[in-house]
């Protein structure tokens, strides 16, 4: 079923009821980009994704997992933010 | 055990508050780094911690959202793996606690003669199948590839073994009436995406698939109702096929004359076509290049015993369990000369084909290291692959296990 709006400080915020009774605390490196990955990329998953797909994906291939979290997920997320982020996760949790 | 370990950690986080009144060292959790399968990305234990969701134990908190936690290798010392001990695995973030009173589940399609709507009442009610089957996760051992691919990073611990009960999916579909040009069963449950345009998880299984015995719709798990993490109030069951297919919190059955569309059945949860020994094929779905991924393939796993374990030397015993898609296993081999003769373990209790079987082997344990390897045939006559037979997506990870000891 499909969420009925998309929020974004609930999608953050309004966790369902059952949702993980230990959130989990990712510190992610500090950088350029890294304000732009809080914004976009939390929205629908966890930080961890990142350090766990690491440190094997190249520059090129954390910048076809952005667009790919674009075009296959549809995330909303825009050209400019999506360069910064591309660039930021190459930079640090590239191979 | 890494109850005890963990506790021993957090004993040692305290003594480290007391002695030098910081809190950052009190506040973090115990890293769960030691739990991980050895080989997974080295980011992954850069963060991971035991996650313990309600009513579940601790589990390896790969993510918390969506929920993506896996059980440790200690959960898997017994063939039926218990309820708050099982994995979870979610793939959109928005899950909705979903009451048993109110939930119905909406049977249609193009394929069927009429949409119905059924209750957890109503498949109670109908006659009741029970099986013990293994639930995988298509990617369980994804982080062991190499090289590395995307995904969760699964290691050993991305499935478990549970009594299932429910009804068919063959009498839910009776109730709506299935016309003939019916191919395949398309299914969506209650969680779906955080923002609108994600695709939603839906999947289909061909209908000689849905139609089987052993096809359910399940209500209890192990004798109790579904944890939520598993799919409260009822989830699809379908033995020997990867845990794709299973829906949790299943609202919607469509009876389908056209393929299941959408990036969940392609690209998604797909493998190159020829590459695996697959006897399960889902035709309707598959083009030159690619398949659905359909069959568990034969597999074990070593869980008495940790990579580098210390032992005595002289005689232990090495345990643990065997499964595949449903042909059931035959035997398990056990090697201690790096793979020049094999010797046969002695298997456990029957649980059905579709179940974890567990198997033991004595071995002499020599001063030093000592190699375990360890290979599953099924009743078919296929065995685990010496080599890993690589795929984008990391799937069908079933290398032979070999594990060493340190006597």
Not at chain 2, 211 to 240: C, K, Q, S
Not at chain 2, 257 to 277: L, S
Not at chain 2, 334 to 359: E, M, N
């Amino acid at each position: 079923m499909r969420a009925f709006a998309f929020i974004f400080a609930a999608a953050l915020i309004a966790l369902p009821a059952a949702a993980s009774a230990e959130e989990q605390t990712i510190k992610l490196k500090p950088g350029p980009g890294l304000d732009k990955v809080e914004a976009n990329c939390q929205a629908c998953h966890s930080l961890a994704y990142i350090p766990m797909n690491s440190p094997f994906l190249n520059a090129a291939g954390w910048d076809a997992t952005v667009k790919k979290m674009i075009n296959a997920f549809k995330a909303p997320i825009d050209a400019a933010d999506a360069n910064a982020i591309a660039a930021y996760l190459g930079k640090n949790y590239g191979s | 055990m890494f109850t005890r370990r963990h506790l021993l950690q957090t004993a040692g986080a305290s003594a480290a508050f007391a002695a030098t009144g910081s809190l950052s060292e009190f506040a973090h959790a115990a890293s769960a780094a030691a739990d991980l399968t050895p080989g997974v990305p080295t980011g992954v234990s850069s963060y991971v911690t035991m996650g313990t969701l309600p009513g579940k134990k601790p589990l390896i908190q790969l993510s918390d959202r969506p929920p993506n936690y896996e059980s440790p290798l200690e959960y898997f010392r017994t063939p039926i793996t218990p309820n708050d001990q099982f994995f979870v695995r979610y793939h959109l973030a928005d899950i909705p606690e979903v009451k048993a009173e109110g939930y119905k589940i909406s049977v249609g399609g193009d394929g069927a003669n009429g949409p119905v709507e059924i209750t957890l009442d109503d498949l109670k009610k109908m006659p009741a199948v029970e099986v013990a089957a293994v639930n995988q996760c298509s990617g369980n051992r994804r982080g062991l590839s190499t090289p590395h691919v995307q995904g969760v990073e699964w290691g050993y611990g991305a499935m478990g073994c549970a009594k299932w009960k429910g009804a068919k999916l063959k009498d839910v579909l009776d109730k709506a009436g299935i016309k003939k040009e019916t191919i395949e069963i398309g299914m969506n449950g209650a969680d779906g995406p955080a923002v609108p345009d994600t695709p939603d998880f839906i999947k289909s299984i061909p209908l000689w698939k849905a139609v089987e015995d052993t096809t359910i719709i399940a209500y209890e798990m192990n004798g109790a109702p579904l944890p939520h993490f598993n799919g409260f109030p009822a989830r699809v069951i379908v033995p020997g096929w990867t845990g794709t297919y299973w829906i949790k919190h299943i609202t919607n059955i469509n009876a389908l004359t056209k393929p299941q569309g959408g990036f969940w059945m392609n690209p998604a949860y797909r493998i190159p076509v020829g590459k695996f020994p697959i006897r399960d094929r889902f035709i309707t779905q598959e083009n030159a290049t690619s398949t659905p991924i359909t069959e568990i393939v034969v597999n074990s796993l070593i869980t008495s015993h940790r990579e580098g374990a210390k032992v005595k030397p002289g005689k232990v015993t090495i345990s643990g369990l065997a499964w595949d898609g449903g042909y059931g296993i035959r035997a398990v081999q056990v090697s201690t000369d790096g793979g020049k003769t094999w010797s046969d373990a002695k298997l456990g209790q029957d649980l059905g084909r579709f179940a974890f079987r567990p198997w033991s082997f004595e071995i002499a344990a020599k001063k030093g290291k000592n190699s375990v390897m360890v290979n599953a045939t099924n009743v078919i006559g296929q065995s685990q692959t010496a080599a890993l037979i690589f795929n984008p997506a990391g799937y069908h990870n079933n290398v032979i296990q070999n594990l060493t000891l340190n006597a």
